[in-house]
């Protein structure tokens, strides 16, 4: 089932798994992906060409979440007002409170020239890239928040925080006061509360997936110029530089402010000691990469025929399972993710691209299925960093710590081998063990 | 007589409500609490540093009791770089990790054994596991049990918590049982 034979690292005996090889692999502080130079171009050349995007997705998602709010009918949601491309990232730039990236910290060049001339290459107003849909698809980014939002219940404080009366308290003054001087909303607001309560969660989770993003974007643009720099000499390298920034930046605050009429309202506050370890990471981890919901495509699920699970927990139709043919969709495969990948490829993996199955013609599917590998990845960066946060060093001299890991990585992998609901036949993590999946 | 008799039952109340007032002010002078052993202790200065920037000082030096499972410098310099920077820029975030290394009452090991978890002030659990191999409180080994404080009781420990979300249970008893 996998490429090469990995054997035990540790004092245990080896292990039975089904994906015993990569249960080792684990164990000896590796990834899920094999470790091969194509795998590490492969993975470093999509978190650049993902990293783009996402510095738009990011500012966006807090513009939505700050400023459009509650707005009936958000039109221009997508037009990014030049105070949002100008934020400053936390994690970028001088005067970053911890600098993962050494570039600046506004919006990234290629970001700005894409929206200026877009795929057309021409300079024409911007409200006709987007009726042409010349433009960053927000549609994907949209999509992992309400992943995010509808499974919700993946650990952390904010989930329960999110129905207390302190919530709605602050969630009701800045109801009120957004739509101060709108009596039919006001009066709606009377009439349905919990419908606008809902849509204020729901712009709850946009700032945090915003808030989530901000973080990621550097850390993979610098992650891409520490591989041109020839600094990673493998995939484990390029996975401990993820786990080490996760716990770095692992206390940053998840919070969610409004402004109103340049008047800021706390709904979620930083003092409430919510983490982006906790509120954050682990729960986009979960709901974007293992479970978001089935999606329109190439197969059709009948609920009714139990094709899609009752059980919230057993959803998995994340990237992890997906089959890579391009849908069109926001949803898994985020054929429209690819989309805007495809436009920030770095030129060595347009040239690999090339060589393979139908050259340009198919490079949506390849770079998806790079994204794919290179989301096994971030994934086992999440394990490892589990497993560092939680239980034992990998090099622990306890038998008994040793074992505790193993449970916890058989445990993890023990998702891909599910033969429930066919989970086990979804899962690509034996696909990803061979190069020539593409 | 009756008049003098009550005059020196009075200054005897008098006497009585001074001396122990004078009494229970000398008990609050020494009494020493969870935060003078960590400060009067080497090897905790990271701990206090944090406690400290979290405004936790005065809650820690409160009657309690509680129980406070101490990391020592070497924990603290085991997490990678950035964590600590990032905690001490966020204030909430960083009494929310120390929290989580208190619970309220004074447990000392042998209150503890064949307990499976204590909830911390965070809210969150905290698994140990007590054999004659050693203590442990979820990753961390306690390296020095029962120092006692007037306010509660201090375990050290070697590692940092974190607390463990409700999946990472899950995940543990699928690898324990197999596929």
Redesign the interface.
Known sequence: MTATLVPPTTQLPPS???YADVIHRLEAGGSMLPDTPENLMQIIGLYKAYAVPMDFYWRDLLYIAEQVFLEPLPAFKYFLPQEYLDLRNHYAGDDA??RFWRGEATAHPELLEFMSKGELNTKIPKLFHHLYHDRINMEFAEECMRAMFWHRN????LEPYMDSEEYRQNADRAIRAYFKNNPIMLGLYKLFPELFLEQCRQSTMTSVLGLFWEIMAPVFFEMSDVYDEGGFKGVPDAMNFL??GI???????IYHRVNIRGEWFEIVP??????WL?EAA?PYV?AVFYRTSPFRGTKSYNAQANEVPKDQNDFHYGILYADKFPVGSAGIPPTLLHQDMYHFLPQYLVDYYKQFCRGEDDTLIQLGVSFQRSMYNVTSAVIQA?RA????PLDDPNP??LL?N???????L??F??PKYEMDKAARIGMVQDQNYR | MKWIRLRELAWFKIKTIVNYANYAQTQEITMTTIVDIAVNNEGFSTLVTAVSAASLVEALQSPGPFTVFAPNDAAFAK?????I???V??I??????LTYHVVAGKYKKEDLIGVKSLISLE?SQIDLDISE?GFEA??ATVIAADIEADNGVIHVIDTVM???????Y???????V??
């Open positions: 039975n798994h089904p409170d911890w993946m650990g952390g404080e786990v080490s716990f770095a930046i692992a206390g940053r605050p930083k003092s409430k000691g919510f983490t906790y682990f979960e589990g946060a939680f239980l034992y008994k710590h505790a193993r449970h916890y990585f058989e445990g993890q023990n998702r081998c599910n | 997490l990678p770089p950035g964590t920077t990032t905690l820029q966020n909430p975030q960083l009494a929310r990790i809210g191999e979820n990753n974190l607390m463990r979300p409700h999946w990472f899950p995940i543990m008893e699928s690898g324990k197999g596929v």
